[in-house]
């Protein structure tokens, strides 16, 4: 895709502070610091649009971009290990799960794993839940570059087998060497149809 235009809109904890509904929306999950920020600014071609930490837990609200004004991608919070007060981390799941049951313009969320750790309880019971609500899941793999050629090719078939899927089901991505760049925007492409 060709990026012309790539801005923030809004930061949103409830429905009322969310972009009006008119464009179409792909969110993007995954636990606290596996590369969510990275990936969707490799996406738009920008370095800084969403703020990346190595710090876990910094995205704390769901964060809308306006991409050529014809889709918004949703940053979401990470879940899973973070450094922030635990009532704040209570808040997360409500809020994150208000948003994927209730907004009609989500078309699709891409669940991004990193390639060094197998899939927890977490990451199949989103998948789970995704189903339940009938929401697109697009499977990505980030962190590739951190491996060897040996050692990636059998985490992406132990990752696949412990999601129950093939490897093909799987995209692998990398921020630093941008593999994977063009697959994911494909993938999202035909679900939103952009």
């Not at 809004?10 to 179409?24: E, F, H, R, V």
């Not at 990193?114 to 019971?125: K, M, S, T």
């Amino acid at each position: 895709m060709i990026i012309k235009s790539a801005e923030f809109v809004t930061s949103a904890s409830k429905p009322s502070q969310y972009p009006i509904p008119i464009l179409p929306e792909v969110a993007f999950a995954g636990r606290s610091n596996v590369g969510k920020s990275s990936l969707i600014n490799t996406l738009v071609n920008r370095k800084r649009l969403v703020k990346t930490s190595s710090t876990p837990g910094r995205t704390q609200r769901i964060n809308f971009f306006a991409i050529n004004q014809a889709i918004y991608l949703v940053d979401l919070p990470g879940y899973g290990y973070a450094r922030v007060p635990v009532p704040v981390k209570k808040k997360w799941g409500p809020m994150i799960q208000t948003y994927l049951a209730s907004r009609t313009t989500l078309k699709a969320v891409v669940l991004i794993m990193d390639i060094r750790r197998l899939p927890g309880r977490e990451e199949l019971d989103f998948i789970r839940w995704l189903d339940h609500f009938a929401v697109t899941g697009i499977k990505v793999v980030t962190k590739t570059d951190k491996l060897s050629k040996t050692s990636r090719i059998k985490q992406h078939t132990a990752i696949a087998k412990a999601l129950g899927t093939s490897t093909g089901d799987l995209i692998l991505f990398s921020a630093k060497t941008r593999q994977g760049k063009e697959a994911v925007w494909d993938a999202i492409s035909a679900v939103a149809e952009i």
